[in-house]
């Protein structure tokens, strides 16, 4: 099988998915939601999660949404 990179380009990435994959990696998460219903057909929700990744480091993901319900039928999300 031909592998689309050089074997010395491709050869630390292989290496970290192969520990991936054995469960080398130790993964921390932590994460919280809130959801709060301003008014009558409207929905935000608001979150936060945090990885610490023994192999790739820490990160911050946060999320932010809004549900409208335009009928009782048809409704807009959007999520940043």
């Known amino acids: 099988m031909n592998s689309p990179c050089a074997p010395t380009s491709c050869r630390d990435f292989r290496s970290l998915l192969g520990k991936q994959l054995l ?15 301003p ?18 480091g820490s990160a911050v993901s946060p999320k932010a949404g809004l549900n409208l319900r335009i009928t009782d039928y048809y409704g807009i999300r959007i999520d940043l």
Do not use: E, H
């Not at 080398?24 to 219903?37: E, K, M, S, T, V």
């Not at 009558?40 to 192999?55: E, K, Q, W, Y």
């Open 39 to 56: 008014a009558n057909r409207a929905t935000v929700t608001s979150g936060l999660r945090f990885d610490n990744r023994s192999i790739f």
């Open 23 to 37: 469960g080398a990696q130790a993964i921390l998460p932590a994460w919280a939601q809130d959801r709060a219903i």
